[in-house]
T-cell receptor, first 120, second 112 residues
Framework: GAGVSQSPSNKVTEKGKDVELRCDPI?????LYWYRQSLGQGLEFLIY????????KSGLPSDRFSAERTGGSVSTLTIQRTQQEDSAVYLC??????????????????FGEGSRLTVL | KNQVEQSPQSLIILEGKNCTLQ??????????LRWYKQDTGRGPVSLTI?????NTKSNGRYTATLDADTKQSSLHITASQLSDSASYIC???????????FGTGTKLQVIP
């Protein structure tokens, strides 16, 4: 498809279970972001991948959260031992930002529709 | 610390009226600023981009302004429509390594 694709769109799980959320970015986009949005709240940055560089994990709220990006394309966000406070919409975005120094980041992020996680 | 603050947090206006949303930032060095619109249950979509040299830019009924000296931006919506009901998010690029910093958004509700 032409846009950012996320799956599942909805996930209901029990407290303590592990979940995996998938993001398929726009082809050719080198940058990929994960954000979390709780009900009625703003976007909370989680993690950022840029090309082959080490990811910026500074937004991950705990060591239960991890993410990987295989082959510079698809990304998976994993939440282990889910807690009720993990309930939120998890948004993925990709950007055509170049991986070369001096290539400006115009900040245009293309978002997926999100994965709504509910932890019971 | 690089921050982006938006006001008001929420706003209700009558259909057909105008409104202005504010964004103040402390991000430095500044690269550019974008306004995004997020419909309920959807991902944000970019409305407009403001670079350092631009003071104002229009996109249909949306007009964005930027004052890089005072580090303020505004988004003016003219003749509001019901479909304008959404959250409007200010995003600033800069602060070293071209980081993306999101504001908390303004939730706009347009009522008949």
């Amino acid at each position: 498809g032409a846009g950012v694709s996320q799956s599942p769109s909805n996930k209901v799980t029990e407290k303590g279970k592990d979940v995996e959320l998938r993001c398929d970015p726009i082809s050719g986009h080198t940058a990929l972001y994960w954000y979390r949005q709780s009900l009625g709240q703003g976007l909370e940055f989680l993690i950022y991948f840029q090309g082959n560089s080490a990811p910026d994990k500074s937004g991950l709220p705990s060591d239960r959260f991890s993410a990987e990006r295989t082959g510079g394309s698809v990304s998976t966000l994993t939440i282990q031992r889910t807690q009720q406070e993990d309930s939120a919409v998890y948004l993925c975005a990709s950007s055509p930002r170049g991986g070369l120094a001096g290539v400006p980041n115009t900040g245009e992020l293309f978002f997926g529709e999100g994965s709504r996680l509910t932890v019971l | 610390k690089n921050q982006v603050e938006q006001s008001p947090q929420s706003l209700i206006i009558l259909e057909g009226k105008n409104c202005t949303l504010q964004c103040n930032y402390t991000v430095s060095p500044f690269s550019n600023l974008r306004w995004y619109k997020q419909d309920t249950g959807r991902g944000p979509v970019s409305l407009t981009i403001m670079t350092f040299s631009e003071n104002t830019k229009s996109n249909g009924r949306y007009t964005a302004t930027l004052d890089a000296d005072t580090k303020q931006s505004s988004l003016h919506i003219t003749a509001s429509q019901l479909s304008d009901s959404a959250s409007y998010i200010c995003v600033v690029i800069g602060g070293g390594y071209q980081k993306v910093t999101f504001g908390t958004g303004t939730k706009l509700q347009v009522i008949p």
